[in-house]
């Protein structure tokens, strides 16, 4: 792989000979052709389901065919394998939970590339190694088609509402027909720069969420302790300069919101092994992040150590929210949503007694 990405900082610096963005850029704003999507699952199918709201035709895969019913019975039309949908349309969004399972959708044997046309617009919203995401744009631009990263932010609530950020990094000419797309399934759409850089942009926001959540857990226990009514502590934070997305939109306290996972049990939302993951790529390495990324507990915060390691980046903070969430993976709270932070620290708490 590395010498993969290393030819990919010179073809990715030319002028993209092999693809003819004239063919590309002609899918005007207006254009409802058929739109691809491969990956159904909590985030996936709430995104389709969009397009379909907008009008666009679908035709989409799942590895899991169950997960492709609802689509289905909602009109989408359902092929057996990525290749298929890539022979029927020429854009394409994926959304796939790790690096090799991207990579496999693109390049396996029944991946998008074997038959993809020339002139496609893929565009991956899955999290992943940046250094993936170069690979895949070098692969497609073979192919003469064009590979953008689109990761987003918003959880399974903001998919279904359509109110998704996507953050983009691609071919700057290909934004506009991205954006056509993309806000079907989003309220911001936001152009990072090159390939890569949606990633890159995205790892960073969930590393800063991860430690926001760690902080006000830990701020919400200690003032429970204090003797203070939890429901009054947010809203003084709320009205504070101690205000942030974990206290004012996703508090981690039962009882203190509603319509959030810890009025829930904990249930839905944003799993704690996936922040893990994110967390993994920022502050170790493992060559070419691999072996990392295949280990489902090192998802956000994994992702978020091996970049830091690569560009000599201090993250004590970040790798301490790594350590943590590796921690509630090992016990038990791999399944639950990442504010489940709250119900670990009391859990400590509690035994240390």
């Known amino acids: 792989m590395a010498a993969v990405l290393r030819g990919s900082r010179n073809l990715l610096g030319r002028s993209l000979k092999h693809v003819d963005f004239t063919l590309v850029s002609s899918r005007s704003m207006a254009s409802k052709t058929q739109v691809g999507f491969i990956g159904l699952g909590n985030m996936g199918k709430p995104m389709a389901k969009n397009l379909l709201k907008h009008g666009y035709p679908v035709i989409a895969t799942d590895v899991f065919p169950e997960s492709c019913k609802e689509l289905q019975e909602l009109g ?5 394998n990525p290749a298929e949908v890539a022979d029927q349309a020429d854009r394409i969004v994926t959304m796939l939970p790790s690096s090799p399972n991207v990579i496999e959708v693109y390049t396996g044997p029944n991946g998008i590339l074997k038959k993809v046309k020339k002139g496609s617009l893929l565009i991956d919203s899955s999290t992943i190694d940046p250094a993936v995401s170069k690979e895949m744009a070098v692969a497609t631009e073979k ?3 064009v590979f953008m990263d689109a990761p987003v932010s918003g959880g399974v ?3 279904s509402s359509g109110k998704l950020t996507f953050m983009v990094g691609g071919v700057e000419e290909e934004y506009t027909a991205a954006q056509e797309l993309l806000t079907c399934m989003g309220a911001n759409v ?4 090159a390939v890569g850089t949606g990633q890159a942009a995205k790892i960073c926001n969930n590393m800063l969420l991860a ?3 760690i902080g006000t857990s830990e701020t919400m226990n200690l003032g429970i302790r204090l003797g203070l009514d939890p429901k009054l502590l947010a809203k003084i934070l709320n009205m504070s300069s101690g205000r942030c997305w974990s206290s004012d939109t996703y508090n981690p306290v039962p009882g203190v919101m509603e ?9 839905g939302g944003f799993g704690t092994q996936l922040m893990a993951k994110v967390l993994t790529v920022l502050c170790t ?6 072996e990392l990324m295949s280990v489902a507990p090192l998802q ?5 150590q091996t970049t830091a390691t690569n560009t000599k980046t201090p993250v004590p903070l970040g790798s301490l929210a790594h350590q943590i969430y590796r921690m509630m993976c090992a016990r038990g709270y791999a399944g639950k949503d990442f504010s489940s932070v709250f119900q670990f620290l009391r859990e400590d708490e509690e035994e240390g007694q």
């Not at 319509?259 to 249930?267: H, K, L």
Request: hydrophobic share 35%; charged share 10%.
């Open 259 to 267: 319509g959030v996972p810890s009025g829930n049990g904990y249930q």
């Open 143 to 145: 192919m003469g088609a």
């Open 300 to 304: 956000d915060l994994g992702l978020a």
């Open 190 to 193: 936001v152009y990072c720069g």
């Open 76 to 80: 989408a039309q359902i092929v057996d």
């Open 211 to 213: 430690i926001g959540m």
């Open 157 to 159: 609530g903001a998919a």
């Open 285 to 290: 390495t493992s060559g070419d992040g691999r």
